[in-house]
């Protein structure tokens, strides 16, 4: 593969972290999660939080792998991998916290957050190093091993801290440590992924310290992110790896099928998209729209990216295949960079739906906690899917709770970070003349237009209702290009705006006064659909809607006061087919049809809600 950095040029550039804070009922949200599980996890599992993995206590020859609290009962991946456990929990969980109290301008938090940060950056040896080993085991591994996954999950929060907070000893100090991986893992002389021939999870996970590469890309414009950053996807697909979807060779073998931990499958897509956009090389295009192509076939029609935890060469199906929070999270960040690079509006479609629908359907409506694997189809959630056994492995991951330390501290983290980067990649330019609402929710923008302050807030209780006003602040008069991503499901765009369409963009160029609005909205129909069994499911908008199953609420392992485990068992199962030729209805969020029930074998009149609101629920029929 040729490693000389060729850049592609990209469709959209994205904003600074910060640029967008959320508004209305997504804001009321973010901020029942950061006075939740999000902004409490350092409660609820204090041990792992707070453990010194970066100072104090990095990982020596002889340390040993740590009590985290889970059960190990059926893990076949061996012990190192709980060594560097913590590092991921979290750095990821602080990473969310960061973004959320920023975005909700929580003054105490962003004290708390800023006192992290400090502390992290006071562990940063002479050379720059920023890690969780000791000299003598750094970058000389042979086996399993947390060294870039570390960073990447700590270091990705440390840019964001510094988007938002312009403090720049907090980049340098990041550019400092990126510089010393890059030196003792210099290209073409070494080969990071070397780590023999057993379960290397760990080392796999390091393959998105290309996450880091490209955001000090962003901000620097330096090509040598982009040169080292196809370095290590050239390496990752050379060696030994016991997650190989994305490596090259498979890639491009027709018959292959993605097999690996659902996580590792998505969040490599980001990998393959910063490879082929730094090398312009036709094989790494080829094989891009290959891997994308398998994704789908291994995505739910919530948008849920399927994994519980391994692919394993199945495909996706609403009542037998799982998704991981983890995975979700790590699937909308890779889609959210591959909208900025490419433009595609449908891939806007994609995000939204895995935010909206397989997200929302995986958070508990009643509680404080979230599902570590979720199937569309819940027919209840007693830990294990649907009621199946596996065998050789206890299964307690269908479940909703705070902290799943039982399992591994590793989607509660996850679910704090998912909304704002959601919310962070709803804007976007084109230009510096032209704004692109990329994803649709109410939120606040704040940007520049040919070096102008604009603010632009969307008022609107998307997805619920699909009316969006954008009411545009400015210091005086001025004249650019808004454009708008027009949903794959709407009808017809209503609006007094004069606009043109461009691919599924609509396009509004005028000169916007000082205070100005633009008011539009978008005609939906209930939407009948086939998954890929030949299954009936309905949308609305962008919702998938759910027929919701009565169930029993059980308390399980209490974390203090407010926050428990929850379990349900469903009062009365009963399954519902569809039938052709039944009138179907919208009203007040609501879809209202017949089906047929399989116990009774008669038509039954029913409401179906959109599946965020439900915990048990039935979705095709």
């Keep these: 593969m040729n490693l000389n950095a060729q850049p592609t040029s990209e469709k959209f550039h994205a904003l600074p972290f910060g640029s967008v804070k959320p508004a209305g009922w997504l804001k009321e949200q973010m901020q ?100 969780i080993y000791d000299k003598e085991l750094r970058y000389k591994f042979n086996s399993e091993n947390g060294e870039l996954w570390s960073k990447a999950s700590l270091y990705r929060g440390l840019l964001a801290y510094y988007e938002f907070s312009k403090d720049e000893k907090v980049f340098k100090a990041v550019e400092r440590a990126v510089e010393n991986v890059m030196q003792h893992y210099p290209i073409s002389a070494s080969s990071p992924f070397s780590s023999g021939t057993s379960f290397n999870g760990g080392v796999s996970h390091g393959l998105t310290f290309t996450d880091v590469l490209e955001r000090l890309y962003f901000h620097t414009k330096d090509e040598k992110y982009r040169a080292y950053a196809l370095f290590l996807y050239n390496d990752f697909s050379n060696t030994y790896q016991s997650e190989a979807d994305v490596q090259l060779k498979n890639i491009l073998d027709p018959d292959y099928k993605l097999k690996s931990h659902g996580v590792h499958t998505f969040e490599h897509i980001r990998t393959l998209i910063v490879a082929k956009y730094a090398s312009n090389n036709p094989e790494l295009s080829r094989a891009l729209d290959t891997y994308l192509e398998r994704i789908r076939q291994v995505t739910t029609i919530s948008g849920g990216a399927m994994g519980d935890e391994w692919i394993a060469e199945r495909e996706a199906d609403a009542t037998h295949t799982g998704y991981e929070y983890c995975s979700l999270q790590e699937l909308l960040d890779s889609y959210c960079l591959l909208l900025q690079k490419t433009g595609h509006e449908a891939t806007g479609d994609d995000i939204e739906n895995i935010f909206y629908n397989a997200a929302q359907g995986s958070r508990n409506p009643d509680h404080s906690c979230i599902a570590y694997l979720k199937t569309d189809n819940s027919f209840e959630m007693l830990g294990t899917k649907n009621g199946e056994i596996e065998p050789d492995r206890k299964q307690t991951r269908y479940k909703y709770s705070p902290a799943h330390q039982d399992v591994a501290v590793c989607c509660n983290p996850n679910a704090g970070r998912i909304s704002p980067y959601f919310v962070q990649n709803s804007w976007m330019k084109e ?52 454009k708008i991503r027009k949903p794959n499901w709407v009808q017809k765009v209503k609006t007094n705006e004069k606009f043109r369409m461009d691919n599924d963009f609509i396009v509004i160029e005028r000169e916007f006064s000082a205070n100005d609005m633009i008011h539009i909205s978008f005609d939906a129909e209930v939407q009948m659909n086939l998954d890929n069994s030949g299954s009936h499911y309905f949308t609305y908008g962008a919702l998938l809607y759910a027929l919701p199953i009565k169930a029993n609420e059980i308390e399980g392992k209490n974390y203090g006061s407010i926050f428990t485990d929850y379990t349900y068992e469903p009062v009365s199962l009963v399954k519902y087919s569809f039938k052709n030729d039944v009138k179907t209805t919208y009203k007040k969020g609501k879809i209202q049809t017949k089906l047929l029930n399989l116990q009774t074998h008669k038509l039954e009149q029913v409401e179906l809600i959109p599946i965020g609101q439900t915990i048990l629920r039935q979705v095709t029929f």
Excluded: C
């Design 431 to 482: 230009n510096e003349t032209a704004l692109v609402a990329t994803l649709l929710m109410p939120n606040v923008l704040a940007t520049t237009i040919n070096g102008h302050p604009v603010q632009i807030e969307n008022i609107t209780e998307y997805p619920f209702k699909h009316v969006l006003k954008f009411k545009i602040t400015q210091s005086e008069p001025s004249t650019f290009t808004f």
């Design 32 to 131: 029942s999660d950061i006075e939740g599980f999000v902004g409490n996890l350092d409660q609820i599992v204090p041990e792992l939080i707070n453990d010194p993995i970066y100072s104090t206590e990095r990982i020596q020859k002889h340390s040993k792998a740590k009590d985290l609290g889970n059960l190990k009962e059926g893990d076949a991946e061996g012990d190192e991998q709980y060594k560097w456990w913590n590092s991921e929990t979290q750095s990821n969980w602080w990473d969310g916290y960061v973004r959320n109290v920023f975005l909700l301008d929580d003054q105490q938090g962003i004290k708390k957050a800023s006192a992290y940060v400090e502390a992290i950056l006071a562990t940063q040896d002479e050379d720059g190093y920023i890690g």
